[in-house]
T-cell receptor
Framework: GDSVTQMEGPVTLSEEAFLTINCTYTATGYPSLFWYVQYPGEGLQLLLKATKADDKGSNKGFEATYRKETTSFHLEKGSVQVSDSAVYFCALSSNTGKLIFGQGTTLQVKP | DAMVIQNPRYQVTQFGKPVTLSCSQTLNHNVMYWYQQKSSQAPKLLFHYYDKDFNNEADTPDNFQSRRPNTSFCFLDIRSPGLGDAAMYLC?????????????FGAGTRLSVL
């Protein structure tokens, strides 16, 4: 079945460091791919999305490119801030319409 | 402005005492979902409504029920909460579009069971 695998956390970075959170997927067909962010005590917020191969999603300085050849959708940001500290979930939209989530990666950014 | 609203944000109930969580949306989306999220885990889908059609996940306990009286509102009923049901409950909505399913989440209700 469809699945999403994220790099394990926690990821701890200093402010202004470069961020990469790896995400790979297994799916039949051509799923849409998403990154959601969850701040402490809150629900999930859509961070960015890509709906077809080679699409680049971007928002708030974060980027991810849909790579069909490597079945990946890695999240990157050039310079993280303390306010980026949160849990990040990679997800795909399966052919049944359901979201399949990765296990989540906790990011902690220190001043 | 909040588009998916969950009430209350925090709910405390007693072991075995029925509890209802509510979700409303201003997006006019035809699909509504309920997820359970335990600490440090990904959300787990309990069930969803496609319009009025209820779709239960195979591993959702019978203790969990849902109602959707109209497009805007959806309720999660836990008939006899156990200690293991303490979790964050997330409501989400989407407009069903072929090939793309963007779900919008509420802020969640954190349920404690004493």
């Amino acid at each position: 079945g469809d699945s999403v695998t994220q790099m394990e956390g926690p990821v701890t970075l200093s402010e202004e460091a470069f961020l990469t959170i790896n995400c790979t997927y297994t799916a039949t067909g051509y799923p849409s791919l998403f990154w959601y962010v969850q701040y402490p005590g809150e629900g999930l917020q859509l961070l960015l999305k890509a709906t077809k191969a080679d699409d680049k999603g971007s928002n708030k300085g974060f980027e991810a490119t849909y790579r069909k050849e490597t079945t990946s959708f890695h999240l990157e940001k050039g310079s993280v801030q303390v306010s980026d500290s949160a849990v990040y979930f990679c997800a795909l939209s399966s052919n049944t319409g359901k979201l399949i989530f990765g296990q989540g990666t906790t990011l902690q950014v220190k001043p | 402005d909040a588009m998916v609203i969950q009430n209350p944000r925090y709910q405390v109930t007693q072991f075995g005492k029925p509890v209802t969580l509510s979700c409303s949306q201003t997006l006019n989306h035809n699909v509504m979902y309920w997820y359970q999220q335990k600490s440090s885990q990904a959300p787990k889908l309990l069930f969803h409504y496609y319009d009025k059609d209820f779709n239960n996940e195979a591993d959702t306990p019978d203790n969990f029920q849902s109602r959707r009286p109209n497009t805007s509102f959806c309720f999660l009923d836990i008939r006899s909460p156990g200690l293991g049901d303490a979790a964050m409950y997330l409501c989400a909505t989407s407009r069903e579009v072929p090939g793309v399913n963007i779900q919008y989440f509420g802020a969640g209700t954190r349920l404690s069971v004493l």
